[in-house]
């Protein structure tokens, strides 16, 4: 599908889901960005979906992002990263 959007000329695409769309993008190295919102709501049921499932990620934990912007949305913080180049 990526393939096919590329050669359709998109060049940058925002990919919205749930823990296993994420994990998959990053655990195939496809992030270039991330955002998440951070909610004054805590859930902690052992059924709650998660943003993300096991995975080899690329580089593992020493693969950090960096933090480039953070934006208040009422209550609600959206971080803004970008993965830390060299």
């Known amino acids: 599908m990526l393939d096919d ?10 990919v919205e889901g749930g823990g296993r769309v994420h994990t998959a993008f990053l655990a195939e190295g496809l992030a270039d960005e991330l955002r998440v ?3 004054p709501m805590l ?3 052992a059924d709650a979906p ?4 096991p995975a080899a990620f690329p580089g593992g934990p020493s693969r950090r ?5 953070v934006t208040a949305l009422g209550d609600v913080a959206v971080l803004r990263y970008q993965p830390k180049r060299g």
Request: no cysteine.
């Open 37 to 39: 919102a951070v909610a």
């Open 50 to 53: 998660r943003f993300l499932h």
């Open 5 to 14: 959007l590329g050669r359709r000329g998109v060049g940058r695409l925002m």
């Open 43 to 45: 859930v902690g049921q």
């Open 65 to 69: 992002f960096h933090l480039v912007d």
